[in-house]
């Protein structure tokens, strides 16, 4: 599956500025909005027409669900005995984020389109109730506020941020969180353990004797995660580590092919979608990138400029790059396929009119 950007920086910054003891909420939304991405991708997938697209789509959908539940997960765990309500629509948040990713497993074990359209609708209704319940549960979660400070009000620049770069956040947000769980757990056996001494009331050192065993049950189930926990991000900070060496050598093929398309920078190109625009004269080759029963969000398109969309008879037909020879048009379609869209190809025209690519050679050679 290929590694899609997430645009959610803010709400896991907030988390690590939040007190202690109200964290179980800032997880629970982070559940939320990560829900609702696999509730978006799984209804595209519904949609959409070509085969590659929809396969990518429930690919994204399950990856969301997934965080989902464990950012839902890191909530119900972090969350105090007190926060009962937050705690059942947290539940049921996680019931139906579960039953989606359960939905979308079987529908990537099927080949029947039929059962798949079935199973990507009832994915969609899932985690819409997901993303109501989690959101729900955040109400009745502590809303801790931090004292006022005052605040650069520039908004920050946009950050990419890759799968990598979301789970090393989540992962190193919740090593700490168990960590003073376990903190917490330790003041408390040592404070028990102090009252069960000085106590002389059977009754009453029963009752302390139970409690250090389920706080002792609990820290077992702790350590587990947290020994879990550590692998994960060990695992992830070597792979970042590895990807951030290789940054700078790495060419981007936008930054090359699509800023010579017609020789004029990428940036100069109307960052919308262009409909139903004419062609400039002479020569030119574009990437076709495939024919859709509905319009498509130009965000679903980032980093190909222009994209020219034309109707025709079977929805939208979407197109990039102008190329002036068959090379650089050649080496912008691998770009094309290399983010997913695997049916693209290479198309030419000539003073507007469609020709073969043994046309187009003849005609680039003079």
Same mark, same amino acid.
């Given at each position: 599956?290929?590694?899609?950007?997430?645009?959610?920086?803010?709400? =896991?910054?907030?988390?690590?500025?939040?007190?202690?003891?109200?964290?179980?909420?800032?997880?629970?939304?982070?559940?939320?909005?990560?829900?609702?991405?696999?509730?978006?991708?799984?209804?595209?997938?519904?949609?959409?027409?070509?085969?590659?697209?929809?396969?990518?789509?429930?690919?994204?959908?399950?990856?969301?669900?997934?965080?989902?539940?464990?950012?839902?997960?890191?909530?119900?765990?972090?969350?105090?005995?007190?926060?009962?309500?937050?705690?059942?629509?947290?539940?049921?948040?996680?019931?139906?984020?579960?039953?989606?990713?359960?939905?979308?497993?079987?529908?990537?074990?099927?080949?029947?389109?039929?059962?798949?359209?079935?199973?990507?609708?009832?994915?969609?209704?899932?985690?819409?109730?997901?993303?109501?319940?989690?959101?729900?549960?955040?109400?009745?979660?502590?809303?801790?506020?931090?004292?006022?400070?005052?605040?650069?009000?520039?908004?920050?620049?946009?950050?990419?941020?890759?799968?990598?770069?979301?789970?090393?956040? =989540?992962?190193?947000?919740?090593?700490?969180?168990?960590?003073?769980?376990?903190?917490?757990?330790?003041?408390?056996?040592?404070?028990?353990?102090?009252?069960?001494?000085?106590?002389?009331?059977?009754?009453?050192?029963?009752?302390?004797?139970?409690?250090?065993?389920?706080?002792?049950?609990?820290?077992?189930? =702790?350590?587990?995660?947290?020994?879990?926990?550590?692998?994960?991000?060990?695992?992830?900070?070597?792979?970042?580590?590895?990807?951030?060496?290789?940054?700078?050598?790495?060419?981007?093929?936008?930054?090359?092919?699509?800023?010579?398309?017609?020789?004029?920078?990428?940036?100069?190109?109307?960052?919308?979608?262009?409909?139903?625009?004419?062609?400039?004269?002479?020569?030119?080759?574009?990437?076709?990138?495939?024919?859709?029963?509905?319009?498509?969000?130009?965000?679903?398109?980032?980093?190909?400029?222009?994209?020219?969309?034309?109707?025709?008879?079977?929805?939208?037909?979407?197109?990039?790059?102008?190329?002036?020879?068959?090379?650089?048009?050649?080496?912008?379609?691998?770009?094309?396929?290399?983010?997913?869209?695997?049916?693209?190809?290479?198309?030419?025209?000539?003073?507007?009119?469609?020709?073969?690519?043994?046309?187009?050679?003849? =005609?680039?050679?003079?």
């Amino acid at each position: 599956m290929k590694k899609y950007i997430l645009f959610f920086l803010l709400p =896991l910054l907030c988390v690590a500025q939040t007190k202690e003891n109200c964290r179980s909420r800032e997880y629970v939304i982070l559940g939320a909005q990560l829900a609702n991405q696999s509730y978006t991708f799984s209804k595209l997938s519904y949609f959409v027409n070509s085969q590659t697209l929809s396969i990518r789509d429930i690919d994204s959908s399950v990856f969301y669900i997934q965080e989902s539940i464990r950012a839902i997960d890191s909530a119900i765990i972090l969350a105090s005995d007190s926060e009962l309500l937050a705690l059942d629509y947290s539940n049921i948040a996680k019931k139906f984020a579960t039953r989606t990713y359960n939905l979308l497993k079987a529908w990537q074990q099927t080949n029947n389109i039929n059962v798949r359209m079935d199973y990507a609708k009832q994915a969609t209704f899932y985690a819409a109730n997901a993303v109501t319940d989690a959101y729900h549960a955040s109400f009745y979660f502590k809303n801790c506020k931090e004292k006022e400070e005052k605040k650069d009000t520039t908004p920050p620049a946009p950050k990419q941020l890759t799968k990598l770069d979301v789970d090393q956040t =989540l992962f190193t947000l919740l090593n700490e969180h168990l960590e003073e769980k376990t903190a917490e757990h330790k003041k408390e056996l040592t404070k028990l353990s102090g009252e069960l001494k000085m106590s002389k009331d059977l009754a009453k050192m029963e009752k302390i004797k139970s409690t250090i065993k389920k706080i002792e049950t609990e820290d077992a189930a =702790l350590v587990q995660k947290n020994k879990n926990t550590k692998e994960k991000l060990t695992s992830i900070n070597t792979q970042i580590d590895e990807r951030d060496k290789n940054i700078n050598t790495n060419i981007q093929p936008e930054e090359t092919v699509f800023s010579k398309s017609m020789k004029r920078p990428a940036d100069e190109w109307n960052k919308q979608i262009i409909k139903d625009a004419e062609l400039p004269m002479g020569l030119i080759y574009q990437v076709q990138i495939g024919v859709y029963k509905n319009a498509i969000s130009p965000d679903f398109f980032k980093g190909l400029t222009p994209v020219f969309a034309k109707t025709v008879a079977g929805g939208v037909s979407y197109s990039t790059g102008m190329f002036e020879n068959v090379a650089d048009a050649t080496q912008a379609k691998e770009y094309v396929k290399s983010i997913g869209l695997n049916d693209a190809f290479v198309v030419a025209y000539n003073d507007r009119k469609k020709i073969s690519l043994q046309e187009a050679a003849k =005609l680039e050679k003079k």
